[in-house]
């Protein structure tokens, strides 16, 4: 496509429910980021894909969190029984490579609402 | 500790004037990025530097390395420009993370 593709674009649910959230890259984008935008707050960073390299999850808040990517394509994050301080808005971002030494590019968003 | 300061954190400006918003950051880098958010979220990348300065239209970026300061202007503002702008750096040292300032709310009244 012509973006970063995320989905759902919003997703309620209960408190102890797993949650997976999509992101589609651009295509031919090695290097993939998630981030979390907590309300009125930055963004965090979370994880770093960039190629078949082992990733950098170093911004994971929890062992509730994980994420995957098969080679350079989509990516899930996954959320093992949220908990009310998981909402927040999950961007994703791809560039070409190179790190983050390279323009990113982000999708809208995921708007995780935890009941 | 590697920490990103943006200043203002909140600014008003009226239709036309120079706007600049600034960025300190703590230790050595090996990049720093301009971003855009607007209203709805959408978060747009302006600029990636590690030295110097760049242009693109209305918006210019600049760099100190030496001060470790950045700073964004726009030039004859407009409304359309009202957004949220964030830096991001990327510090020296091994991680590929970036770590992000809180923003600054830019408001452009016409």
């Known amino acids: 496509g012509a973006g970063v593709s995320q989905s759902p674009s919003n997703k309620v649910t209960e408190k102890g429910k797993d949650v997976e959230l999509r992101c589609d890259p651009i295509?031919?984008?090695?290097?993939l980021y998630w981030y979390r935008q907590r309300l009125g707050q930055g963004l965090e960073f979370l994880i770093y894909?960039?190629?078949?390299?082992?990733?950098?999850k170093s911004g994971l808040p929890s062992d509730r969190f994980s994420a995957e990517r098969t080679g350079e394509s989509v990516s899930t994050l996954t959320i093992q029984r949220t908990q009310q301080e998981d909402s927040a808005v999950y961007l994703c971002a791809s560039s070409p490579g190179g790190g983050t030494a390279r323009p990113q590019h982000f999708g809208d968003g995921t708007r995780l609402s935890i009941l | 500790k590697n920490e990103v300061e943006q200043s203002p954190q909140n600014l008003t400006a009226q239709e036309g004037e120079f706007i600049t918003i600034n960025c300190s950051y703590s230790?050595?880098?090996?990049?720093l990025h301009w971003l855009q958010q607007h209203p709805g979220g959408g978060i747009v990348s302006l600029f990636m530097?590690?030295?110097g300065k760049k242009k693109h239209g209305r918006l210019i970026a600049t760099i100190n390395i030496q001060e470790k300061h950045s700073s964004l202007h726009i030039t004859a503002s407009h409304p359309r420009d009202s957004a949220v702008y964030i830096c991001a750096v990327r510090f020296k040292g091994g991680s590929e993370k970036l770590v992000f300032g809180k923003g600054t709310k830019l408001t452009v009244n016409p």
């Open positions: 295509s031919g984008h090695t290097a």
């Open positions: 894909f960039q190629g078949n390299s082992a990733p950098d």
């Open positions: 230790v050595g880098i090996s990049a």
């Open positions: 530097l590690s030295s």
